[in-house]
């Protein structure tokens, strides 16, 4: 993969990063890339270890988690809040990456977190479908 094919890809990853909340497809997310949506497919897998739709899902549950840990809102308004418009496909997604239900995540009891920095809280709640190994806190730098 060439220095230009990547930073393409981090276009369009970070399009996805940024723009979670709103209707993306892999179409869109391919024009950010200057990519056709096939080639955008095979390549961002082939760079990040997942499909776009895949990453675009992590990052969707990612931010659903804060919001549920938060307990002001209900687990449709934090489905709508995300980006999804089914309550039944983002239940079943975020169950999958989780390993429990929205609902079961936001009754759990989140204080003990809650005096830890968000930078570090983000790295230790952040979801994964791959298993890549998470950086240990003490080698991640972080401003409080």
Known sequence: MTPE???HLRR???LIDREYARPL???AMARAALMSPS???RRFRAAYGETPYNHLMTRRVE???ALLRRGDLTVT???MEVGCTSLGSFSTRFTEIVGESPSAYRARDHTPGRGIPA???KIATRPSRIGEARPAPSSVACST
Do not use: N, Q, T
């Open 5 to 7: 094919d990547l930073a």
């Open 12 to 14: 369009a990853r970070d």
């Open 25 to 27: 497809d892999v179409p």
């Open 39 to 41: 080639h955008f497919s």
């Open 63 to 65: 931010r659903a988690k």
């Open 77 to 79: 308004e934090v489905c």
């Open 119 to 121: 930078c570090y809280a």
